[in-house]
């Protein structure tokens, strides 16, 4: 697996400095560009090539939150393979009250219960938030604990599953 904190020669973190890492980015779209090395062989051609495909991908991954979180989770082996990782069994006890009003709806398009779920939804993701905002504020990749990297994973695995809901609504 490429590690894009490495690529951008940036510490591995769930934040970023954005600047800098845009900075970079057009830095190296700049020196891996592929006009820019017409002249070079096939074999530099292709490297040039997979480094810039390298750049805008990674770019793509470190400039959105959860796109960054799970990228640290996978180079730290937290994360299992897509499918395998599952939300903690409390949290589903927590949004039954959210699915339950999401079958409502369902059956019958009601404003009313469509504004009550998107409430839930927020204040669940603001609870969510609130709990892991020390780890992420204060994370030091050569300090981290298994216990940090765990809540952060739950974290992840729960905002996602929160974002599904969302889009339910």
């Given at each position: 697996?490429?590690?894009?904190?490495s690529f951008f020669d940036l510490r591995p973190s769930p934040t970023v400095d954005q600047a800098a890492l845009k900075r970079k980015f057009y830095a190296f779209s700049k020196q891996f560009h592929p006009d820019f090395h017409t002249l070079e062989d096939d074999a530099a051609q292709q490297?040039?090539?997979?480094?810039?495909?390298?750049?805008?991908?990674?770019?793509?991954?470190?400039?959105d939150d959860d796109l960054r979180l799970k990228h640290l989770l996978?180079?730290?082996n937290v994360l299992g393979e897509e499918g395998?990782?599952?939300?903690?069994?409390?949290?589903?006890?927590?949004?039954?009250?959210?699915n339950e009003a999401l079958m409502e709806l369902e059956f019958e398009d009601d404003?009313?219960?469509?504004q009550k779920v998107a409430g839930l939804i927020d204040q669940?993701?603001?609870?969510?938030?609130?709990?892991?905002e020390s780890i992420i504020e204060?994370?030091?990749?050569?300090?981290?604990?298994?216990e940090e990297l765990d809540q952060l994973k739950d974290y992840y695995l729960k905002r996602r599953?929160?974002?599904?809901?969302?889009?339910?609504?």
């Open positions: 697996m490429t590690d894009y904190f490297e040039v090539l997979e480094k810039s495909t390298l750049n805008n991908q990674g770019y793509k991954v470190l400039a996978e180079i730290k395998s990782n599952q939300v903690p069994q409390d949290f589903l006890m927590e949004i039954m009250e959210v404003p009313s219960v469509r669940l993701e603001a609870d969510l938030d609130r709990d892991v204060h994370y030091d990749d050569d300090r981290v604990t298994q599953y929160l974002l599904r809901l969302r889009e339910k609504i």
